[in-house]
Structure formats: structure tokens, C-alpha cells
């Protein structure tokens, strides 16, 4: 059964970065894509941005040119760079393994604990 553990989670003034990461254990990392998702108190879930098994990634228009999703097979690890974050971006970030399908990335039911984001001054 799949483990996902995130980690990198912080408080963070506006303008500031940080880099999330997600260790998966008990899946082979490479054959599925990875997300990142978050969510914010009182709103759903969203989707941040993805990463495909050959490395094709997809981002929420809301984080284009701010964040950046890369991975690590050999680590079986997804990182979430984040940069220029605003309060906007406070949430719960959220890793996930899913795949890619006609009609884009598909979430599997295999989400991690969560690391708490909140930006302020």
C-alpha cells in the first residue's frame, strides 16, 4: 500500500519561498504521475500542479511562473518549489499519486498528510 509523506511546510513572509517534499514508499515512483494539491479553510480541494512519468508538468494558472514541480525517482520523491508565495497560497499542501488519462492528470484515492503553508508578515 502507498505511503506519501510530505515535508517543508512552514510560515513564510509575502515574497518569500519555500520547497515542499514528498517521499512515496510501497509504489513504483516511476510508473505513475505525481500532483500536488491544496486546500484552504473553508474551500475545496485544489489541484497546484502536476508531474507525468516523463516529466511533463501542469500547473494551476494561479501559480504559473511561481511554482515549479519537479521529481526524483531514484529518491521516489516530488518536490514542490515555491516561490513569490502571498497569503493567497496559505493552505494544507497535499502530495498525490494519480496518472494521466485523455482528460488530464486523475487523482488516485492516495493522498499523504498533508504539510500546513501559511504565508504572513
Known amino acids: 500500500q502507498v505511503q506519501l509523506v510530505e515535508s517543508g511546510g512552514g510560515l513564510v513572509q509575502p515574497g518569500g519561498s519555500l520547497r515542499l517534499s514528498c517521499t512515496a514508499s510501497?509504489?513504483?515512483?516511476?510508473?505513475?504521475?505525481w500532483g500536488w494539491y491544496r486546500q484552504a479553510p473553508g474551500k475545496q480541494r485544489e489541484m497546484v500542479a502536476t508531474?507525468?512519468?516523463?516529466?511533463?508538468?501542469n500547473y494551476a494558472d494561479s501559480v504559473k511562473g511561481r511554482f515549479t514541480i519537479s521529481k526524483d525517482n531514484a529518491k521516489k520523491t516530488v518536490f514542490l518549489q515555491m516561490n513569490s508565495l502571498n497569503p493567497d497560497d496559505t493552505a494544507v499542501y497535499y502530495c498525490?499519486?494519480?496518472?494521466?488519462?485523455?482528460?488530464?492528470?486523475?487523482?488516485?484515492?492516495?493522498w499523504g498528510q498533508g504539510t500546513q503553508v501559511t504565508v504572513s508578515s
Open positions: 498525490n499519486q494519480g496518472s494521466y488519462t485523455g482528460n488530464g492528470y486523475s487523482p488516485f484515492d492516495s
Open positions: 510501497g509504489v513504483i515512483f516511476s510508473f505513475y504521475a
Open positions: 508531474i507525468g512519468t516523463t516529466g511533463t508538468t
